[in-house]
């Protein structure tokens, strides 16, 4: 037997190739493009405004409090909604919501003693209305310091935000744009009815997207 | 085994008690009883020892020894002076605690002695009063064996340290608050205790008092998880003048216990939890940190943000894929240009474009009756900006942009 053999297998394999148990957020189409959320890694959720980010995150939110895991919502911009995510499913018992009052720095700080302090299920770190200026200010260092705090934990750290930022860090990257807005009603007297929305696998690369809707709040 | 019991109208009982028997029960204010089997070789016989005890009581307490606790007790409070190994067959059956039902029942039967109660057939008393017909029985036969209910002083957990220079510096009172933490950390380890509230008393140079007060959402009892808790706690709020005197107070409640199983997920450890969230909170603000609440009203922001620990919910909602809303806070206010009463354009701070679709108004009002009165009119737009807003307008004609559908 060639001695080499099993170095040249180790080293073929990717790090982020391992098997890793994953979340499904109970969105088919989107489960089965991407496999669900995998645990223990940084997931990123990319798009522009109304695209659907906030949906997906109250998704992943409501299929892990339903398996009885403690949560957390690091809020950058003060812009998360209680009813909305309770609709979703999210048991809000579960969650600890931080504000942080518009400032970036202090829900990188907050969510870095989240990860360090262990045992959740998920933790959104929403940087959706930062601006570019000051998510590229984020030095790089912080995305490793997360990724290293959760490997080998059931933690998911979700990261939703307008662009990349923790790139080679993330496990996974999936990129929403919206479709179609539903209205019903005649015209002059329509109702939002939800929205089309469309996600892509940009990491791991699949050829395919993932159609889904989301319903508006009646 | 012999039981001692003294019944009588001194204040002074659980002293006599203990210098006999370092554990008694307290039954009553007025009724104490002991074990005193170890006491024959001081005193000598059952009516030797009881003499030892009348003696140290006094005249005003009657002091009775018997084979089981509740005859002791029940001869106490019936037979004045000493009595030992009393026969109770002859005692009224009112000396028992009977109900109002089993007195007349009783009456009727013409029982009247606990002689005559012992001789009833169990199987009848038990068809007819149930557990507790039977448990009185048990009494008028003196065939209770129970062991006694140790009487605990109650504990307190309080500490105070003068000090020899006014201390300034946070650092190093921390020190001495450690020492005072740890000592009575130890002393709720050993009581199996915990505590749920702890309150520092600071008194400062200028003969004024920093009082500070930690409510645990959970019962903790390390000593270092407090220590942590309490300097951030310090840190926030430190005093306004060097330190001459600090006291410590906890509070004691039961620990919580938590039934885990095999198959659940980790969840935070609650006092790891409780100084990430304080670690936390004093980065983001005391009342920025909790867990969210929806409250039973119209009101456009139905929702509390209530500093506690998350905890497993009871009932679990299904999944259900509901559009996200993200607000502004606080909202953009807009300009809106109308057509017929229609938002036609919307400039804001970031935001501006055509509206392409417009549902609404949706007209909401509440609170009138209060000073926090709202009412406004509400409007769902897609922009050409490609984006989904939630609009308002209040009285004012003042628009907002509330948030974004996403």
């Not at chain 1, 405004?49 to 911009?77: F, K, M, N, P, Q």
């Amino acid at each position: 037997m060639n001695p080499n053999a099993a170095r040249v297998t180790t080293l073929g394999l990717c790090p982020d190739a391992q098997i890793r148990e994953c979340l499904p957020t109970g969105i088919a189409s989107l489960d089965a493009l991407a496999g669900g959320f995998p645990r223990g890694a940084i997931a990123e959720i990319l798009g522009p405004e109304s695209s659907g980010r906030t949906t997906l995150l109250h998704s992943l939110l409501a299929a892990s409090t339903a398996h009885l895991e403690i949560c957390a919502y690091v809020d950058t911009d003060d812009s998360f909604d209680p009813v909305s995510a309770a609709a979703a499913g999210v048991a809000l018992s579960q969650l600890v919501w931080i504000r942080c009052g518009h400032n970036a720095g202090h829900a990188l700080k907050a969510a870095d003693s989240l990860l360090h302090a262990g045992g959740f299920g998920v933790i959104v770190l929403d940087l959706c209305q930062v601006t570019p200026r000051i998510s590229n200010s984020i030095p790089i260092s912080y995305w490793y310091r997360f990724r290293r705090a959760i490997e080998n934990t059931p933690t998911i750290l979700a990261l939703a935000e307008k662009e990349p930022l923790a790139r080679s860090c993330a496990s996974l990257m999936l990129e929403l744009q919206r479709k179609k807005i539903a209205w019903r009603g005649a015209p002059g007297f329509e109702l939002l009815r939800g929205v089309e929305l469309e996600a892509a696998s940009r990491k791991p690369v699949r050829p395919s997207t993932a159609a889904f809707k989301a319903r508006s709040l009646e | 085994m012999m039981f001692a019991c003294i019944h009588g109208p001194s204040g002074t009982l659980p002293e006599i008690a203990a210098g006999f028997s370092p554990a008694f029960e307290q039954t009553a204010p007025d009724t104490i009883v002991f074990r005193v089997d170890g006491l024959q070789r001081l005193h000598g016989s059952p009516r030797q020892i009881a003499q030892a005890i009348a003696r140290q009581a006094g005249d005003e307490i009657n002091v009775a020894i018997a084979e089981t606790t509740d005859a002791a007790i029940i001869a106490a409070r019936n037979f004045p002076g000493v009595t030992v190994s009393p026969d109770l067959n002859d005692l009224d059956v009112a000396t028992l605690p009977l109900t109002e039902e089993m007195t007349q029942v009783f009456e009727s039967w013409g029982i009247y002695t606990l002689d005559q109660l012992a001789q009833l057939p169990q199987n009848g008393i038990a068809e007819r009063f149930g557990p507790h017909g039977v448990y009185l029985q048990q009494l008028a036969r003196g065939a209770i064996h129970r062991p006694l209910k140790i009487f605990q002083p109650e504990t307190t957990y309080d500490d105070r340290i003068e000090l020899d220079h006014p201390v300034s510096l946070l650092e190093p009172l921390l020190f001495l608050i450690a020492r005072l933490l740890n000592d009575q950390c130890a002393r709720l380890l050993s009581n199996a205790m915990a505590a749920n509230e702890v309150v520092i008393r600071l008194e400062l140079e200028d003969r004024t008092e920093h009082i500070r007060t930690l409510h645990l959402p959970v019962p903790m009892r390390e000593s270092k998880s407090l220590l942590k808790l309490l300097q951030m706690d310090l840190e926030a709020h430190p005093p306004q003048a060097p330190t001459v005197a600090l006291a410590l107070s906890l509070k004691p409640v039961h620990p919580r216990t938590v039934q885990t199983g095999i198959f659940l997920p980790v969840t935070p450890a609650p006092d790891k939890l409780e100084l990430t969230l304080a670690r936390i909170r004093g980065i983001v603000g005391e009342n920025n940190v909790g867990v969210p609440e929806l409250l039973n009203t119209h009101h456009p922001h139905p929702f509390l943000l209530v500093k506690t620990q998350p905890a497993i919910a009871s009932h679990q909602q299904p999944a259900t894929s509901h559009q996200g809303f993200r607000y502004f806070r606080p909202p953009l206010p807009a300009t809106v240009e109308l057509d017929r009463n229609r938002p036609l354009r919307i400039t804001a701070s970031g935001i501006h474009g055509r509206v392409l679709k417009a549902a609404g108004p949706w007209r909401t009002s509440g609170d009138w009756w209060t000073t926090t009165v709202w009412n406004r009119d509400e409007w769902d737009v897609a922009l050409t900006n490609n984006a989904l807003y939630r609009i308002f307008r209040e009285p004012a004609d003042r628009w907002f942009i509330e948030g974004s559908y996403d």
